[in-house]
């Protein structure tokens, strides 16, 4: 079965640096585009970024685009997000979602069960 088990969250100042790991398993990873989405405090899903299948073409969300890195291991099945510069309203439960087709980055059929960053100082 599908599973996708997210790590690397936790609290960093302002202007500092974050790294998360999503490892995947139960499905052909590299044959699906990934995304990491994230849900603030009191408010809903919003998508972060997505790369494609291959790691070739990334996207990203106007409010987090400079400071932020989608990037993933088709050998180990690993998926990554560098966030840079972090502000405080990036805190929020970060999500890795699955593509539901291999032909689309979305909608997405399975997320991993978050990890939590908190932005203070």
């Known amino acids: 079965q599908v599973q996708l088990v997210d790590s690397g969250g936790g609290l960093v100042q302002p202007g500092g640096s974050l790294s998360f790991s999503c490892a995947a398993s139960?499905?052909?990873?590299?044959?699906?585009?990934m995304s990491w989405v994230r849900q603030a405090p009191g408010k809903g899903l919003e998508w972060v970024a997505s790369i494609d299948r291959d790691g070739i073409n990334t996207y990203y969300a106007d409010p987090v685009k400079g400071r932020i890195s989608i990037s993933r291991d088709n050998v180990k099945n690993m998926l990554y997000l560098l966030l840079n510069s972090p502000k405080p309203e990036d805190t929020a439960v970060y999500y890795c979602?699955?593509?539901?087709?291999?032909?689309?980055?979305?909608?997405?059929?399975?997320w991993g069960q978050g990890t939590h960053v908190i932005v203070s100082s």
């Open positions: 139960g499905f052909a990873f590299s044959s699906y585009s």
């Open positions: 979602a699955k593509s539901l087709s291999s032909q689309s980055p979305r909608p997405f059929d399975y």
